[in-house]
């Protein structure tokens, strides 16, 4: 089974710039949870969406923002970048995280450098 | 949010050597996973362990949920364990928390 797929994998914008990145899950899973590590403040929870619904949402501002499609792919959107949004963005996604079996699984990430 | 707190922040090995990495949590959880992230920064699952005890091959792991702390074990470490170790946790809201992790170095 082909594991989480993200694309790009490394993308270089200036500031002001907006940035558009995709993830796949796992094929069966209709969760997808989006995460940003930065070497100050870790891996950071974004958001999460279950049947393109969002269901929860971390402290980041409204420049972040995401999507899921009726195929489960899942797209998050940051617009006017800044510097400081210069990162690794990784993609997870769980097959059942309402049941008692919630492991997530993360894909290879799109490391993203703003200018 | 839960609070995650991992210990060592580091952690230097020879080669043949043991350790254990420890992760405390401030609440219950429903979820508790460990991570190696690899070189190019992909997070690959080590163990789902929200309770009890688990191994594979020279890692295992255990959680005390009732005290709310885990712990990672490596055995006989080898320099491919070389890394950071993170672990994470997650309640109702499926959201993971991660710890700050801990950085692996294994001399030859």
């Known amino acids: 089974k082909a594991g989480v797929t993200q694309t790009p994998r490394y993308l270089i914008k200036t500031r002001g710039q907006q940035v558009t990145l995709s993830c796949s899950p796992i094929s069966g899973h209709r969760s997808v949870s989006w995460y940003q590590q930065t070497p100050g403040q870790g891996l950071q929870f974004l958001f999460e969406y279950f049947s393109e619904t969002q269901r929860n949402k971390g402290n980041f501002p409204g420049r972040f923002s995401g999507r899921q499609f009726s195929n489960s792919r899942s797209e998050m959107n940051v617009s006017t970048l800044e510097l400081g949004d210069s990162a690794l963005y990784l993609c997870?996604?769980?097959?059942?995280?309402?049941?008692?079996?919630?492991?997530?699984?993360f894909g290879p990430g799109t490391r993203l450098t703003v200018l | 949010g839960i609070q995650v707190e991992q210990s060592p922040p580091d952690l230097i090995l020879q080669e043949g050597a043991n350790s254990t990495l420890r992760c405390n949590f401030s609440d219950s959880v429903n979820n508790l996973q460990w991570f190696h992230q690899n070189p190019w920064g992909q997070l690959i699952n080590l163990f789902y362990?929200?309770?009890g005890t688990k191994q594979n091959g020279r890692l295992s792991a255990t959680t005390v949920a009732t005290e709310r702390y885990s712990l990672l074990y490596i055995s006989s470490s080898q320099t491919t364990d070389s890394g950071v170790y993170f672990c994470?946790?997650?309640?109702?809201?499926?959201?993971?928390?991660f710890g700050a992790g801990t950085t692996v170095t294994v001399r030859a």
């Open positions: 994470a946790v997650s309640a109702e809201d499926y959201k993971l928390s």
């Open positions: 997870a996604s769980s097959s059942n995280p309402s049941g008692s079996y919630n492991e997530q699984f």
């Open positions: 362990i929200p309770s």
